[in-house]
């Protein structure tokens, strides 16, 4: 943060059914945000939807009396439903990933027997965004960070001394992410690391997910430093081969998201839902026996 700049208000919203933080991160005295990695509940039993998450998000902006510019996912979920459409729906803004959006369409084409690519017209995200592009303005920019490994589209943004990582990194009790998912690569993933790595360490890191290791409170927060020093699977004199042999049978072990194979389909499309059928009812695809 530079003299002149007014300090950022961050603030975390933490969806316990799949253990995801959502983000607002506000220029106050501008009155403008960025929300990142918002959440639409969903119950995969009932089939419901639901706002809840999304509600706070809205409520927050509104006490706060914040302009949102721009929705940005920091990849594409497999572990719930985006709720990047529903914002923009209420309050407005933009919503960009990481052009890497691309390359995860193309792993998953056949699988929902449907034709993924887009053309500027059918695009559902508003913006494709590439390493080392900034948006925003003064005094609310992000910089952007491709940071692929879990999928190809993992970005990392970077808000004034604020990295947010998505599930490249969790808090580091809980090590990194997972590597084995079509177009995941647990080399990728580490290169992807020594960029963060190679940040002042007093950065602060804001994770997309945590898992509470060994029944601690819920934490959200931790910085380049302490990422280098203690994260369980990778430090900074960690060499590649040695991640990537953990990394590779780590992943071995690991069941699917629950909810992956749903969320996929919503989460290609920026969070929009299947359009209803001629009954008003909205239908999502279960591929069986694919993984």
Known sequence: MTKNQEPLLVQGFFHKPTSSVSYVVAAPQARRCFVIDPVRDFDAVSGKTGRQLIDEIIAFIRQQG????????????????????????????????GNGINDVRRHFANLYEKDLQTSKETEPFDRLLNDGDTIGTFPLTAKIISTPGHTPACVSYLIGENLFVGDTLFMPDGGTARCDFPGGSAEQLYQSIQRIFSLPGETRIFVCHDYCPNGRDIIWKTTVGDERNRNIHIKADTTKEAFVALRTARDKTLPLPNLMLLALQVNLEAGLLPNPNTKGIRHLKLPLDCF
């Not at 920091?74 to 803004?93: I, K």
């Open 66 to 97: 914040l302009t949102l510019e721009a929705i940005l996912e920091t990849h594409v979920h497999a572990d719930h439903l985006s709720g990047a459409a529903l914002l923009r729906d209420e309050l407005g803004g933009w919503i960009g990933i």
